[in-house]
């Protein structure tokens, strides 16, 4: 069984450029969650969904950041204008049920932004 | 305020030892969870234990919680050289949604 992919794994990008990152969660999983870790910072969490609604969006930094998760499969996260204190690594995890504890993540999209 | 903060920052040790990282948190919790991540790569789910739960073993791991002190530890016992990773405590209030620690970085030297 395929685990949580990300893409792109790196990007690389100029301050005030687009950037979309996309997730795609383990099947059957309807919880997704995105997660950023700025650099020498905690994880923290940005946004759930439960298929495609947001359930919980209560970490999302500012308005520059745009999730999506149309018909509750993969998600999109884009940052439009990406800032140079957006750059970090941005995880995407996936649960079965809302509250079964275990995330189970992919690798990340690294993002750096100059 | 942070939630779930790791101590130490970083460990090393040899191959065969036992590893203690601790982990303190600031509000209530449902559960509490550990995470490994291999350099580069996302982040692997350990072991979790439960508010109502004192410790709980899972292979060469050992977890305790004291929610008394909102503490936690993990012991890796006989460590490897392949334990060599960052280790992440989480805490859930309420779902899925956790809150991270800064993690301890163990080196396990062969």
């Known amino acids: 069984e395929a685990g949580v992919t990300q893409f792109p794994s790196h990007s690389v990008i100029e301050k005030g450029q687009t950037v979309t990152l996309r997730c795609d969660p383990i099947?059957?999983?309807?919880?997704l969650y995105w997660y950023r870790r700025v650099m020498g910072k905690e994880i923290k969490f940005l946004l759930h969904?439960?298929?495609?609604?947001?359930?919980?969006e209560s970490g999302m930094p500012n308005n520059r950041f745009l999730a999506e998760r149309t018909g509750g499969t993969y998600s999109t996260l884009k940052v439009q204008p990406a800032e140079l204190e957006d750059s970090g690594v941005y995880f995407c995890?996936?649960?079965?049920?809302?509250?079964?504890?275990?995330?189970?993540f992919g690798e990340g999209s690294r993002l750096t932004v100059l | 305020s942070q939630q779930g903060e790791e101590d130490p920052q970083a460990l090393s040790i040899q191959e065969g030892e036992n590893a203690t990282m601790n982990c303190s948190y600031k509000?209530?919790?449902?559960?509490l969870q550990w995470y490994r991540q291999n350099s580069g790569r996302g982040l692997v789910h350990l072991i979790l234990?439960?508010?109502?739960?004192r410790e709980k073993h899972s292979g060469r791991l050992r977890v305790t919680l004291d929610t008394s002190k909102k503490s936690s530890s993990l012991l890796i016992t006989a460590s490897r050289a392949a334990d060599t990773a960052s280790y992440f405590c989480?805490?859930?209030?309420?779902?899925?949604?956790?809150?991270f620690g800064a993690g301890t970085i163990l080196r396990v030297k062969s």
């Open positions: 995890a996936s649960s079965p049920g809302w509250n079964t504890g275990e995330l189970f």
């Open positions: 099947s059957g999983h309807d919880n």
């Open positions: 969904f439960v298929k495609e609604s947001k359930q919980d």
């Open positions: 509000t209530s919790i449902n559960n």
């Open positions: 234990i439960r508010s109502n739960e």
């Open positions: 989480a805490t859930a209030q309420r779902g899925n949604k956790l809150v």
